[in-house]
């Protein structure tokens, strides 16, 4: 190859150094969450060779990590079909449909049972660092599509796959605790005194809370639940700070809200910020962290310079998250550059336009890139917007592995039954809370946890209630 002053004036690609039947090699599946055993039961199905790679020590790792945390949406919407196919031909019975388990019910009940059908096509411990395609970095091109995708592992092992769906997720990779999308200032080195979302607050991190003063910045629904777990405990100061200007947005719709769960969460924490529990700062963007003695003082600065103080002892980031496409840099990949979502699912998933209740069916063709065999689905592939569900994930593995079958008419029907007015009725919710407390939960119907509110006299003052779980 020689250069002239306009660049290379001819690049010549080599041969792949790929197996010759590139099509042999497993289609493999990163992740062994909710979604990526659902699009292992899909290629199961039909037939197809798949190895799952999960880089926990168990399946459903980050689910396990929020095993605390109970759901707002009921088993019918969090098993996917192919699976409860596998499962009950395997004789497997379904947990009560109209329930709404924890994360350690999910696993428990459901992906533990339904990965033991995968045996040895999972692979745990098995964190992949690095995607290319074997012999190409991301600027050849001629016979890219031919060869097969090389997968590094962080202990330094490389597969090859014929295709890749990508199921990793955006647990693992919270968004900064500053405003504007930037770290605040000192907050590496603070970072002790900073856990992200959902600890479990009434459970095994009890110790590390109660008694302390406790600020929780987010306005979502992961900083819900954490603030009414915080009000179980007794001593326990509470400060909750949030960039708008109100917290209306976090309150919902109350008893309008198509998930009564959800709906509750919001009546149940305006009533302890109303009366007092929980002290609301406004208008909050954080800008500065430093230690004060035994403190944190944290800045708030909002974009006018004005600056609020506040000292905690510990911090919750509830702050969201984001996805992490590092692994795939020698992809070609085209991502919308506000959610980094695909950019054909982006303005179908738009938190501006959408909840998670009008997000419309999408599959294989909103999911593709430039790439060609590399899909990532599920709540990665929503970026940063918080309209999630685990079914609407199901769908999409549903469809890409259609399409990875060569069965483009079924990959293109796609088809989801999102919660609606009257999923979840009222009655149940209120039967389920009496025996494990109330479900609250995270990004519209993913995460929740397992409470009963203090109640509040009619003077205002909030008397401690115990955790019924």
């Not at 020590?57 to 196919?85: C, E, L, M, T």
């Not at 405990?233 to 909750?240: G, M």
């Not at 600065?301 to 998250?321: K, L, N, W």
């Not at 840099?329 to 909840?355: K, M």
Request: some cysteine.
């Amino acid at each position: 190859m020689s250069d002239n002053c306009c660049g290379p004036s001819a690049i010549e690609i080599e041969a792949p150094v790929s197996p010759s039947q590139s099509g042999q090699l497993p289609i493999v599946v990163i992740g062994a969450g909710p979604v990526g055993l659902a699009a292992a039961a899909h290629l199961a199905e039909r037939g197809l060779d798949f190895l799952v790679l999960e880089g926990g020590p168990q399946v459903a790792a980050s689910v396990a990590r929020w095993g605390h945390v109970r759901v707002f949406s009921p088993w019918k919407y969090n098993i996917d079909a192919a699976a409860r196919r596998l499962l009950q031909a395997d004789g497997w019975s379904a947990p009560d449909e109209d329930w709404l388990p924890t994360g350690a019910e999910l696993v428990d009940d459901y992906l533990a049972p339904l990965a033991k059908l995968f045996d040895a096509r999972i692979r745990l411990n098995a964190t992949v660092s690095a995607i290319s395609r074997l012999g190409y970095d991301r600027v050849r091109t001629n016979g890219r599509e031919e060869a097969p995708f090389l997968l590094r592992l962080e202990n330094g092992q490389e597969l090859q796959a014929r295709a890749i769906i990508d199921a990793s997720g955006t647990y693992t990779s919270p968004n900064v605790l500053g405003a504007s999308g930037l770290p605040a200032h000192g907050e590496q080195t603070v970072a002790e005194r900073i856990d992200h979302a959902l600890p479990d607050v009434l459970g095994t991190d009890r110790e590390r809370y109660e008694g302390s003063h406790v600020l929780v910045v987010g306005a979502g629904h992961s900083a819900a639940t954490t603030l009414l777990a915080l009000a179980q405990l007794k001593n326990t100061p509470i400060t909750w700070a949030i960039r708008a200007g109100s917290a209306g947005r976090t309150y919902g719709g109350g008893d309008a809200d198509a998930l009564p769960a959800r709906g509750a969460l919001g009546t149940r924490l305006r009533a302890h910020v109303d009366s007092g529990r929980i002290h609301l700062l406004t208008g909050f963007f954080t800008h500065t962290v430093e230690r004060d003695g035994d403190q944190v003082r944290v800045v708030s600065r909002d974009p006018s310079g004005a600056e609020q103080t506040v000292r905690a002892d510990r911090i919750v980031s509830a702050t969201g998250y984001r996805p992490d496409h590092s692994i795939a840099g020698e992809l070609r990949l085209d991502t919308d550059p506000i959610l980094g979502a695909p950019r054909a699912l982006a303005p179908l998933i738009d938190p501006n336009a959408h909840s998670c209740g009008t997000v419309p069916a999408h599959g294989v063709d909103e999911l593709a890139h430039p790439e060609s065999g590399y899909y990532a689905v599920g709540v990665k592939s929503y970026g940063r917007a918080p309209t999630f569900l685990m079914a609407t994930g199901y769908e999409q593995v549903r469809s890409v592995v259609a399409a990875l079958a060569g069965d483009w008419e079924a990959a293109r029907e796609v088809r989801l039954e999102l919660p609606d007015t009257g999923v979840c009725s009222s009655n149940l919710a209120e039967a389920q809370e009496q025996r494990v407390g109330l479900a609250t939960g995270i990004s519209g119907g993913l995460l929740s946890a397992p409470l009963q509110l203090a109640s509040v006299s009619a003077t205002g003052s909030a008397s401690e209630g115990g955790c019924c779980g």
